[in-house]
């Protein structure tokens, strides 16, 4: 029996299920680099946990371009074996047998003109053959220098202009550039191929689902907007860390480092998810707009020696064995000045955070993988208590755990039991492993399906990736001309000019 509705209701103005997935209609995914690390840990486990759930449609193709002189079954076994390493949802056979049924093979060289004639007839097949309908977004999972190549190829063959009715997108893996001018390069060369709408920049960290957490923490809660301003928050301290070294990617780290890595995409957009003003919709160009005027508000201090940080980590043991340091990793030029370890302070010239200071650090080989936001908040005007019963409580401090115990920690002082008045820091802690039973997805699983929906909010544009770029040129450049990086022992959280450029303030970096 059908669902009834009361008097007096429009039908047409019912709100929609928010229960009911969003489904990807007839579409395609070609992939450039289908050997790289990231397409067989990342990529191709996404899209098999997408159609698991049922989210993608049942003539899905996924397509593998790259140098190996594969068959279409070769390449069917590597995507097989690298769903059964690495998807997060359980194997089924069924899912299996239809996804396959897509899978195709294009081997050849970028620069191979036949190779890509081979590719376009490849996806008119699929068209005939799955109903893919026109609709296939191009995966550029590898090196930017290649993106030029890539892109005029597939614009030669007809492939990056779509037919009425269809769409073509291209994706983009960073970095978007190693400087401005690169930047700007890269965007001039793929604009000449795709219009400004079918271009998705990846930043996977946007996908996580405690990244966008954070926005329904700020918006949807009364209690928490009123004090994130400067009238109550000390400082921010924007953290991503790990245990682990370069390992094998010394060819790509070295020149690249970890601030060009990491604070120029991820940690800076956290930054700008944190501070930027409630956006009037989460359309995309009503968010990004926010996180524009938050990025263009951002202000470098003036001595850079004094705020900001970097360092190589040495040999030494971390948990329990004994590891190379940063320049004797292999492939690493044992005389490089890239930095594994790199922490500055920036300012944000507006109303809400004038005075506030933004620590943002990230770095290898440091006491543990964590990747978390914490705001931390002034202290009390007045306490009304002996010297001595607080001088254990600290500053209150909410923190945002992106990964890997995705949640939120509220800390705040409370009575500590007894006869005494002892106030002392305790949590409240939310996790999203015991508030929910449905585990979250990967962040390249909800960035993929918005891909193929062409929902673009997750997505930096442009003038983002620009505004980024003109906040860390000026240190990248300082640091070139001021001596090589410091160095810091595995296991620890950085070298100790991180710690006296907190300690210049009056503060000191938590330990996650």
């Known amino acids: 029996m059908p669902a009834r509705i009361a008097p007096g209701v429009n039908p047409l103005r019912l709100p929609s299920d928010r229960r009911l997935p969003r489904i990807a209609g007839p579409c395609g995914l070609v992939i450039f680099g289908v050997t790289g690390d990231l ?95 026109g609709n296939h977004a191009f995966y550029l999972s590898v090196p930017p220098s290649q993106f030029p190549v890539v892109c005029e190829q597939l614009a030669e063959v007809g492939l990056s202009t779509p037919k009425e009715g269809s769409w073509r997108r291209v994706v983009i893996e960073k970095p978007f550039g190693d400087d401005l001018a690169s930047a700007q390069e890269l965007d001039r060369v793929v604009s000449e191929v795709f219009p400004p709408d079918a271009v998705f920049r990846i930043d996977h960290y946007l996908g996580k689902e405690t990244v966008q957490n954070l926005l329904a923490l700020r918006f949807a809660n009364q209690m928490f907007e009123p004090i994130w301003n400067a009238n109550y928050v000390d400082h921010v301290q924007i953290t991503m860390a790990e245990d682990i070294g370069i390992g094998s990617r010394a060819g790509y780290y070295d020149g690249i480092g970890a601030a060009r890595d990491v604070i120029q995409n991820h940690l800076l957009q956290l930054l700008a998810l944190t ?20 990025l263009s508000s951002v ?182 001309s001021h001596g090589r990086p410091d160095t810091y022992r595995p296991g620890t959280w950085g070298p100790a000019s991180a710690d006296e450029m907190l300690a210049r303030d009056g503060r000191v970096w938590r330990r996650p």
Do not use: C
């Not at 501070?275 to 938050?294: C, H, I, N, W, Y």
């Open 39 to 133: 397409a067989r840990r990342k990529l191709m486990p996404a899209v098999y946990d997408l159609s698991n759930r049922g989210l993608l449609p049942p003539g899905f193709a996924l397509v593998g371009f790259a140098r190996r002189d594969w068959e279409d079954q070769d390449f069917r076994s590597i995507v097989h074996k690298a769903i059964k390493e690495n998807a997060r949802t359980p194997y089924d056979e069924r899912v299996w047998e239809q996804l396959s049924q897509g899978v195709r093979f294009v081997s050849g060289e970028f620069g191979d003109d036949k190779a890509f004639k081979r590719l376009a007839r490849t996806v008119e097949r699929l068209d005939a053959e799955r109903g893919t309908g």
């Open 275 to 294: 501070a930027m003003e409630e956006p009037a919709s989460f359309e995309a160009d009503e968010l990004r707009a926010e996180k524009e005027k938050v």
């Open 299 to 480: 202000r470098l201090p003036r001595d850079l020696g004094r705020h900001t940080a970097r360092g190589q980590y040495l040999a030494g043991w971390q948990g329990g064995q004994q590891v190379v340091g940063f320049l004797e990793e292999e492939g690493m030029d044992p005389d490089s000045r890239t930095e594994s370890y790199a922490a500055i302070r920036l300012d944000i010239d507006n109303r809400r955070w004038a005075g506030v200071p933004f620590y943002l650090r990230t770095g290898k080989r440091l006491g543990r993988r964590v990747t978390e936001i914490a705001v931390v908040f002034k202290r009390a005007p007045h306490l009304p208590f002996d010297q001595q019963a607080t001088q254990e409580l600290g500053h209150n401090a909410i923190v945002i755990r992106v990964q890997p115990d995705e949640g939120v920690t509220i800390r705040f002082g409370s009575k500590v039991p007894g006869t005494q008045m002892e106030v002392r820091d305790v949590t409240m802690d939310f996790g999203y492993g015991h508030a929910f039973t449905e585990s979250s997805p990967e962040a390249y699983e909800r960035l993929i399906l918005d891909v193929l929906l062409g929902d673009p909010p997750l997505f930096p544009r442009q003038r983002e990736v620009e505004l980024s770029w003109q906040i860390l040129d000026p240190v990248l450049d300082y640091w070139e």
